[in-house]
């Protein structure tokens, strides 16, 4: 009885993984939470029944996976829209940093493409604000003059760095002589798969620029370390809260190094986008597009019972420059905290940051966390990985049938789970 229980569990939980991604993936609406978080839950099981297997091609299995949504166009989310949009505008010759799409509506009489991703974009009146590596990975996705091309050739890309970063982790992990098993985490979770993979969001280019940088500077190779870390720079602006800790480990002589890569090449990137015109422009678009739509919000949304309550709407402003502020100075702490920590514990403090400014952030986007998961990989925490499977949660938010409140319940149950794991993680002595 016992083995026919354990080979339900090895063999079961690949076949519930698929069956969630495919509906997650080409069925199942935005606006359909119930089923929605039925099938994530179901994908979760899956995956809770891989990590008791003892599988030998856990590669092969998470390729399967990703590959059964190439086709797919994302349900969960349309950011995918103004990623072809931007691509298309640089097709043109024109900048995307310097024109909102309203400003550009002749374009959607020039032909069926321009027209057909003119009338599904839903941020006509925002500028982009997507980064150099981004825009020329749009610009290559645009190039089929297809929606649906455009889709693939995107997933491609983005199936072709999330390879990329498993080998990486793998290697880093065979580094620090840490169990190989815990790439299963990040390989084969349901959260993973279907927000790269399935939404096209682009952490996993970030991702792979980040972590291969943090192995180069682990090896003393602070210079290529440096060019690394300026494209996950250059892939998404947040890899710059994560310098002052590389830097105050790096110690002076290896700090010279490493910005000798990191700024040239950060300038270079940015040069045809930005110019004297348009820097403050993106500047000011990057905060508003981050502070207005407030998403799976943790501590941030106390201001809206705070502002109502005491300060009335002039309390808005002051209370995101007060968590923005607090944000800082707690990165600069555990930076300084983490500064004599040996290679393997500064993952720690990489991750406590990130999730820091994550906890103090106006919008949290499930793509979001998938960053301190794969940080996690390397350290004892555990927060993420339960972060992981409670993110899905925040997908209420587009169910208008769900009453405001049972949402905000929804909210402050994922948050009160993940701070009691992240209380009991940092309750845990840290080995230097």
């Known amino acids: 009885m016992l083995k026919t229980q354990n080979k339900h569990i090895k063999y079961g939980g690949v076949p519930l993984l698929l069956c969630s991604i495919l509906m997650l993936g080409y069925f199942l609406p935005q606006d359909n939470f119930p089923q929605q978080i039925g099938f994530f839950a179901i994908g979760?099981?899956?995956?809770?029944?891989?990590?008791?297997?003892?599988?030998?091609?856990?590669?092969?299995?998470?390729?399967?996976?990703r590959s059964a949504l190439i086709a797919s166009t994302p349900l969960l989310s349309d950011d995918y829209i103004r990623f072809l949009w931007d691509g298309y505008l640089t097709t043109e010759g024109i900048n995307?940093?310097?024109?909102?799409?309203?400003?550009?509506?002749?374009?959607?009489?020039?032909?069926?493409?321009?027209?057909?991703?003119?009338?599904?974009?839903?941020?006509?009146?925002?500028?982009?604000?997507y980064t150099p590596v981004n825009q020329w990975i749009f610009y290559f996705s645009a190039s089929t003059h297809s929606i649906l091309g455009g889709i693939i050739s995107l997933r491609i890309v983005l199936i072709g760095f999330e390879i990329a970063t498993y080998f990486v982790l793998k290697q880093i992990l065979q580094r620090y002589q840490i169990n190989e098993k815990k790439l299963i985490f990040y390989w084969l979770n349901p959260l993973v798969i279907l927000e790269l993979t399935g939404n096209l969001n682009t952490e996993g280019i970030f991702l792979f620029f980040l972590i291969t940088a943090l192995l180069s500077l682990s090896k003393m190779q602070d210079l290529k370390g440096g060019l690394l870390l300026s494209l996950s720079f250059c892939s998404n602006i947040l890899s710059v809260i994560f310098l002052p800790l590389i830097l105050l480990k790096g110690g002076k002589y290896r700090c010279y190094k490493l910005l000798l890569g990191f700024l040239p090449l950060s300038i270079f990137?940015?040069?045809?986008?930005?110019?004297?015109?348009?820097?403050?422009?993106?500047?000011?678009?990057?905060i508003e597009s981050f502070q207005n739509d407030a998403f799976n919000a943790s501590l941030f949304t106390i201001?809206?019972?705070?502002?109502?309550?005491?300060?009335?709407?002039?309390?808005?402003?002051?209370?995101?420059?007060?968590?923005?502020?607090?944000?800082?100075?707690?990165?600069?702490?555990?930076?300084?905290?983490?500064?004599?920590?040996?290679?393997?514990?500064?993952?720690?403090?990489?991750?406590?940051?990130?999730?820091?400014?994550?906890?103090?952030?106006?919008?949290v986007y499930p793509s979001y966390v998938i960053i301190p998961l794969t940080l996690s990989l390397f350290t004892r925490l555990t927060f993420p990985l339960i972060w992981s499977g409670l993110v899905f949660l925040s997908y209420s938010y587009y169910d208008n049938s769900i009453p405001t409140i049972l949402k905000s319940g929804l909210l402050f149950t994922e948050y009160i789970i993940v701070f009691v794991f992240l209380y009991r993680d940092l309750k845990s002595p840290i080995k230097k």
């Not at 032909?111 to 500028?127: G, P």
Request: glycine share 6%; net charge neutral.
């Open 96 to 129: 995307p940093f310097n024109f909102k799409p309203s400003e550009l509506h002749f374009l959607a009489q020039e032909n069926d493409f321009a027209n057909s991703l003119f009338e599904h974009l839903t941020s006509k009146n925002s500028y982009s604000t």
């Open 303 to 363: 201001k809206d019972w705070f502002n109502f309550q005491i300060l009335g709407f002039e309390g808005n402003q002051v209370y995101e420059q007060v968590l923005f502020l607090c944000s800082i100075l707690m990165i600069l702490g555990i930076s300084w905290r983490f500064r004599y920590r040996n290679r393997k514990v500064l993952f720690i403090g990489i991750t406590l940051i990130i999730s820091t400014f994550f906890f103090l952030s106006p919008s």
């Open 269 to 286: 990137a940015f040069f045809p986008f930005l110019d004297s015109n348009n820097l403050y422009g993106y500047y000011q678009n990057l």
């Open 44 to 65: 979760c099981a899956g995956f809770w029944m891989c990590l008791k297997s003892d599988f030998s091609n856990i590669f092969l299995i998470g390729l399967l996976l």
